[in-house]
Each structure stands twice: as structure tokens, then as C-alpha cells.
Nanobody, 121 residues
Framework: QVQVVESGGGLVQPGGSLRLSCGLS????????RGWYRHVRGASATWSER????????????TYADSVKGRFTIAADFAKSTVSLQMNSLRPEDTAVYYC??????????WGQGTQVTVSA
């Protein structure tokens, strides 16, 4: 059984940095896409309403939300089934629960439990 494990969230001051990491308890070598999504605590928790932050696919195509371009960097090792998100110049509006995702196909779409990121002075 595959479990997604996230780490690296926490409290940081505006302008600071955090690095999120995500691995798997079991490897998924044929994942098509890996990425990070977020939602503000208290908002709807349905997965379809989570905001895309950054994704990377097996072809190396990167996608970023406009609000994080130039500040966040996603990286993945598809052989090791890991994905990370380096977040710099953090802002209060980046405060959210961040979710890691490993997508193979619609029947194999794995999400982590979420890690809280709080940006506050």
C-alpha cells in the first residue's frame, strides 16, 4: 500500500524560506505527474478545490501558479519517487496547508495528509 509522506512545513517570517519534501512508503515508478497544491485552512477541503502551486511531469514540464513564479522551485526524482518545493520570499498569503500529489492515472492518484505552512511576523 502506498503512503505519501510530507515534511518541512512550519512557521516562518515574511521574506523567509522553507523547503517541503515528499516521499513515498512504496515506490511509484510510473507516476506521470508529481506536484504541490494548497488550500487555506477553513476553506473547502475537497481535493478539486485545492490550488495548484507547482507541478512537474515526466517530460520535465513545469507549471507554477502565477502567484509563486520566481519565488518557488519544484524538483522531482521520478526514480526515487520524491518531490520537493523550495519556497523563498514567503508572504502571509502563502499561509495554507500544502499537499503533495503523485498522479499515475485517475484510479491511482495519491495525496499526502498535508503540512501546514504559516507565514507571519
Amino acid at each position: 500500500q502506498v503512503q505519501v509522506v510530507e515534511s518541512g512545513g512550519g512557521l516562518v517570517q515574511p521574506g523567509g524560506s522553507l523547503r517541503l519534501s515528499c516521499g513515498l512508503s512504496g515506490s511509484i515508478h510510473n507516476a506521470y505527474l508529481r506536484g504541490w497544491y494548497r488550500h487555506v485552512r477553513g476553506a473547502s477541503a475537497t481535493w478539486s478545490e485545492r490550488e495548484l502551486v507547482a507541478t512537474i511531469d515526466t517530460g520535465g514540464t513545469l507549471t507554477y501558479a502565477d502567484s509563486v513564479k520566481g519565488r518557488f522551485t519544484i524538483a522531482a526524482d521520478f526514480a526515487k519517487s520524491t518531490v520537493s518545493l523550495q519556497m523563498n520570499s514567503l508572504r502571509p498569503e502563502d499561509t495554507a496547508v500544502y499537499y503533495c500529489r503523485h498522479f499515475v492515472d485517475p484510479s491511482r492518484d495519491y495525496w499526502g495528509q498535508g503540512t501546514q505552512v504559516t507565514v507571519s511576523a
